[in-house]
């Protein structure tokens, strides 16, 4: 189920599809019975950082097809969920390694047919003429069919006023919300003022997306974890003296950047500089020795 292959890019969109496995040992019904109903939930969710109320939510919508499940098979009634969702947080937050993860999960949880992802941006929706932002945003919702439809800086559907072909693109996907809402998600994602400016623009849109979810900054801490995780996954590992350095250097850039810092992002960038300058370093060393190999140290950090 972890396997994934991008097998489509025409401008921004980008698709990731899921490869179906043979057996059924995604089928809801096997999972009634365990010690803990969440663990392979929480198993999705195990390297992320933070992102508390988001797993709660996961969590619930789980539960809810779960005991909607017992109903249908005591004759009572169920509904299927509305899946919608907003995400609004800063550069960084996760927003999209999120989005990208809820489409594995509700394809394993036979929530969606396909669960794959499909990402696109304004240009991908919005015509230059009349009639064509409603074909292009209906091409775009057909092929997010059974996946998730994930949409960032939404706000820039409606950047255009009231004579902008966005609104239009909007209204399209406000219809097709509710027309084939049983095996399709959307997600709405970007910056949380410009998504609440967005939001007062477009009366009863907000009502239309039951999971608003808030993505944090993160703290320095939850940043730290963050470094040391993306370097372990690299085969690296930070010396003590470098996770000092690092430390001191969010620190500041927390204080001094609040509006632009880009958190997890930042980090990332750290790591992969730091990497790169160590390659410079060692590149010079007749032998290097596997801990020279594994270590990023206080010059690599080039801050």
Same mark, same amino acid.
């Given at each position: 189920?972890? +396997?994934?292959?991008?097998?489509?890019?025409?401008?921004?969109?980008?698709?990731? %599809? @899921?490869?179906?496995?043979?057996?059924?040992?995604?089928?809801?019904? #096997?999972?009634?019975?365990?010690?803990?109903?969440?663990? &392979?939930?929480?198993?999705?969710?195990?390297?992320?950082?933070?992102?508390?109320?988001?797993?709660? +939510?996961?969590?619930?919508?789980?539960? +809810?097809?779960?005991?909607?499940?017992?109903?249908?098979?005591?004759?009572?009634?169920?509904?299927?969920?509305?899946?919608?969702?907003?995400?609004?947080?800063?550069?960084?937050?996760?927003?999209?390694?999120?989005?990208?993860? %809820?489409?594995?999960?509700?394809?394993?949880? #036979?929530?969606?047919?396909?669960? &794959?992802?499909?990402?696109?941006?304004?240009?991908?929706?919005?015509?230059?003429?009349?009639?064509?932002?409603?074909?292009? +945003?209906?091409?775009?919702?057909?092929?997010?069919?059974?996946?998730?439809?994930?949409?960032?800086?939404?706000?820039?559907?409606?950047?255009?006023?009231?004579? #902008?072909?966005?609104?239009?693109?909007?209204?399209? %996907?406000?219809?097709?919300?509710? *027309?084939?809402?049983?095996?399709?998600?959307?997600? %709405?994602?970007?910056?949380?003022?410009?998504?609440?400016?967005?939001?007062? @623009?477009?009366?009863?849109?907000?009502?239309?997306?039951?999971?608003?979810?808030?993505?944090?900054?993160?703290?320095?801490?939850?940043?730290?974890?963050?470094?040391?995780?993306?370097?372990?996954?690299?085969?690296?590992?930070?010396?003590?003296?470098?996770?000092?350095?690092?430390?001191?250097?969010?620190?500041?850039?927390?204080?001094?950047?609040?509006?632009?810092?880009?958190?997890?992002?930042?980090?990332?960038?750290?790591?992969?500089?730091?990497?790169?300058?160590?390659?410079?370093?060692?590149?010079?060393?007749?032998?290097?020795?596997?801990?020279?190999?594994?270590?990023?140290?206080?010059? *690599?950090?080039?801050?």
């Amino acid at each position: 189920m972890e +396997t994934q292959k991008v097998s489509q890019q025409s401008g921004r969109i980008n698709i990731v %599809l @899921q490869n179906k496995k043979s057996d059924d040992t995604h089928k809801i019904k #096997d999972r009634y019975i365990t010690k803990n109903p969440f663990n &392979h939930i929480d198993d999705k969710f195990s390297s992320f950082v933070g992102l508390s109320k988001l797993k709660q +939510t996961v969590n619930e919508i789980y539960a +809810t097809i779960i005991i909607n499940k017992k109903r249908q098979e005591m004759g009572l009634f169920s509904t299927k969920q509305v899946l919608h969702m907003l995400f609004k947080g800063n550069p960084g937050t996760g927003k999209t390694t999120v989005a990208r993860q %809820l489409a594995k999960i509700y394809y394993d949880l #036979d929530i969606l047919s396909k669960g &794959h992802f499909i990402e696109a941006e304004r240009a991908d929706l919005v015509g230059e003429y009349i009639g064509q932002t409603a074909q292009k +945003t209906r091409s775009i919702i057909q092929k997010a069919m059974g996946g998730i439809l994930f949409i960032d800086e939404a706000y820039s559907l409606a950047r255009g006023g009231e004579k #902008d072909f966005g609104k239009e693109a909007i209204d399209t %996907l406000v219809k097709h919300m509710e *027309d084939k809402q049983n095996d399709f998600v959307l997600i %709405l994602a970007g910056y949380p003022y410009e998504m609440e400016r967005f939001l007062d @623009q477009n009366p009863g849109l907000q009502s239309r997306f039951p999971f608003i979810i808030d993505f944090k900054d993160y703290n320095i801490n939850q940043l730290m974890e963050i470094a040391r995780q993306m370097a372990s996954e690299r085969e690296y590992q930070l010396t003590k003296e470098a996770e000092w350095k690092l430390k001191s250097y969010l620190y500041k850039q927390k204080s001094e950047s609040i509006q632009n810092f880009s958190n997890a992002r930042c980090v990332r960038n750290i790591i992969e500089h730091a990497i790169r300058m160590q390659a410079v370093r060692l590149i010079y060393l007749d032998e290097c020795t596997t801990d020279d190999l594994i270590y990023l140290t206080e010059k *690599d950090l080039n801050l």
